[in-house]
């Protein structure tokens, strides 16, 4: 079993920055690529960010994309999900997903694709 725990959500005003993290455990968390998925209300979960297992490849929805940066330390077994000049649009729960797939060459960005999910945090900004 894998278990995936946000933190870092919060209120912030419109310009401001956010730094999410995702704690893993259960299994090799250096050998999974890992993603960063959002849901405001009354939408469908969108895809945020993604990163390879090695963290040597990421990807970014267009529209986060020059503003948010997604990254981990292995060591720790912790994924980050930096957020600068955030926008009221960018209000929602942040969830974090683990690949299903150990040490895939291919970085996932459908929510379909990733086998394990947090509890999600709450990010809003204001306007």
């Known amino acids: 079993q894998v278990q995936l725990v946000e933190s870092g959500g919060g209120l912030v005003q419109a310009g401001g920055s956010l730094r999410l993290s995702c704690a893993a455990s259960?299994?090799?968390?250096?050998?999974?690529?890992m993603g960063w998925f959002r849901q405001a209300p009354g939408k469908e979960r969108e895809f945020v960010a993604a990163?390879?297992?090695?963290?040597?490849?990421?990807y970014y929805a267009d529209s986060v994309k020059g503003r948010f940066t997604i990254s981990r330390d292995n060591a720790k077994n912790t994924v980050f999900l930096q957020m600068n000049s955030l926008k009221p649009e960018d209000t929602a729960v942040y969830y974090c997903?683990?690949?299903?797939?150990?040490?895939?060459?291919?970085?996932?960005?459908?929510?379909?694709?990733?086998?394990?999910w947090g509890q999600g945090t709450q990010v809003t900004v204001s306007s």
């Open positions: 997903a683990a690949d299903v797939r150990k040490l895939s060459v291919v970085v996932p960005t459908r929510g379909s694709d990733y086998a394990y």
């Open positions: 259960g299994r090799t968390f250096s050998n999974y690529n």
């Open positions: 990163i390879s297992w090695s963290g040597g490849n990421t």
